[in-house]
């Protein structure tokens, strides 16, 4: 991979000059009705869900490379507050490899409806939503992308909490599955057990769609405190995609979607979800991650294991909760190992 990794010391020139032009040419946008399933409420606010799509072979017909093989497609499963732009270089790795993507924008995320006035803030209604939404999204846009050629997921933080129960309800579903730093386990810098009491607490006595204490809006300038081991050049660039549109603002969570954080992990950690796991599938753990739990990776990986689950656990003890978004000396091993376990045919 390290030939074809964006030099940092010309990021923002190889982004908009390259990368982007690329990705523009074989990119189709779209919108999608959110799921309903048993046992979802109606939906809190009315819109639809958008999508952005990448086709492999366009790509390649436009680098003057239309006869390489097709891979298959990648559902990419964005995190906590963030977007489908912040995945513009995972994207165009993913397509020089020859996989096509497609991306949903979570609720609450991007361009897609909000159930809440302040663009800075999550809040979700329950994080079933999460699952039936992609669950449809994966079975119509993502099916329809693959025509018949492998289907793999990869996910990332909240998007790994959700890729990990959807692989946990549909074990035929991905040929492979990546979760990338799993929320598996939200950091909320107190007890789980302490945790789960006071947010349904605050949200019983009507603050669930207050901003948590200690957390606050879209920050007015640049930093990298606390995740200071990843490329500032790719970070400042993610940042200036954030403050030239609001529909990236969102920054900070509320008591109600810490809330069904929470619940999320409970139900991927229930050993008898973990049994059902048959998806060969790869969990990248961050050895400085600040955001999510690596004991609760590390069980739910014993779960599965023991419960005679094909999954596989690397531990990148250097990097920092946004693996795609470190320096290109720990980016490059990271992409190797994702890529070879992806075309990795005895997997």
Not at 25 to 50: T, Y
Not at 88 to 99: H, K, P
Not at 159 to 181: H, N, Q, T
Not at 227 to 245: L, V
Request: net charge negative; glycine share 10%.
């Amino acid at each position: 991979m390290d030939e074809t990794l964006i030099d940092e010391t010309n990021y923002a020139g190889e982004m908009r000059g390259k990368v982007l032009p690329a990705l523009a040419r074989c990119r189709s946008e779209g919108w999608m009705e959110p799921a309903e399933a048993d046992g979802l409420a109606p939906v809190p606010s009315p819109g639809k869900l958008h999508y952005l799509c990448y086709d492999a072979a366009e790509f390649r017909a436009a680098q003057g490379n239309a006869g390489a093989r097709s891979c298959g497609t990648v559902v990419i499963v964005h995190g906590f507050s963030e977007f489908a732009a912040k995945y513009s270089e995972m994207i165009w790795y993913f397509l020089c490899q020859g996989y096509s993507i497609c991306m949903l924008e979570h609720r609450g995320h991007g361009y897609s409806p909000r159930d809440i006035d302040d663009p800075a803030l999550v809040w979700i209604d329950g994080y079933r939503r999460y699952i039936a939404d992609l669950a449809q999204f994966v079975t119509t846009i993502g099916k329809q992308s693959a025509d018949g050629r492998p289907l793999y997921l990869y996910s990332h933080s909240m998007g790994g909490g959700i890729g990990a129960i959807m692989v946990e309800r549909y074990p035929a579903l991905f040929d492979k599955a990546v979760l990338s730093s799993p929320m598996i386990a939200p950091q909320t810098g107190m007890p789980t057990w302490l945790a789960r009491p006071l947010m349904s607490l605050m949200c019983g006595i009507g603050q669930g769609k207050h901003v948590v204490f200690g957390q606050g809006g879209f920050p007015a300038e640049f930093s990298i405190e606390g995740e200071e081991a990843m490329s500032e050049a790719r970070a400042h660039w993610y940042y200036d995609r954030r403050a030239e549109d609001v529909h990236y603002h969102s920054n900070s969570a509320t008591y109600g979607w810490v809330r069904e954080a929470l619940r999320m992990s409970r139900e991927a950690l229930r050993p008898s979800a973990c049994e059902r796991i048959e998806t060969p599938t790869l969990l990248c753990q961050a050895g400085k991650d600040i955001w999510v739990l690596n004991e609760a990776q590390n069980r739910f990986v014993r779960q599965v294991q023991d419960a005679g689950g094909n999954l596989r656990m690397v531990r990148f003890a250097d990097s920092a909760h946004n693996m795609f978004c470190m320096p290109n000396r720990a980016l490059g091993p990271y992409l190797n190992t994702l890529f070879s376990f992806l075309g990795d045919s005895t997997r």
